[in-house]
């Protein structure tokens, strides 16, 4: 059974940063490229970051977060962080960790078929 686990979440000021962690039950996990999504209330889900497998040497992001947020993989950890600087309120959300069996880290959710339960963001003005 495959688990992804998301942490750090927590209540934020604007312009504060967070990283985000995703703790995974993948026993291929460099195989996997991985993706944080995020949900707000109303709203669809939307990407957010997404990197590939192995080294992870390719990266991408919605651009509303670009420059602003950055993704990495820690494979021995078995781990996914979303470092988030420059917080906004339009950040808030809850922030979802997903796994691409393709591998590549895409902006296309269909891709993904492990999904961890989120760890809500909330930036205050």
């Known amino acids: 059974q495959v688990t992804l686990v998301e942490s750090g979440g927590g209540l934020v000021q604007a312009g504060a940063s967070l990283r985000l962690s995703c703790a995974a039950s993948l026993r291929t996990f460099s195989s996997y490229g991985m993706g944080w999504f995020r949900q707000a209330p109303g709203k669809e889900r939307e990407f957010v970051a997404g990197i590939s497998r192995g080294a992870g040497s390719s990266t991408y992001y919605a651009d509303s977060v670009k420059g602003r947020f950055t993704i990495s993989r820690d494979n021995a950890k078995i781990t996914v962080h979303l470092q988030m600087s420059s917080l906004k309120p339009e950040d808030t959300a809850v922030y979802y960790c997903?796994?691409?069996?393709?591998?590549?880290?895409?902006?296309?959710?269909?891709?993904?078929?492990?999904w961890g339960q989120g760890t809500q963001v909330t930036v205050s003005s």
């Open positions: 997903a796994a691409d069996h393709y591998g590549l880290g895409s902006g296309d959710a269909h891709s993904y078929d492990h």
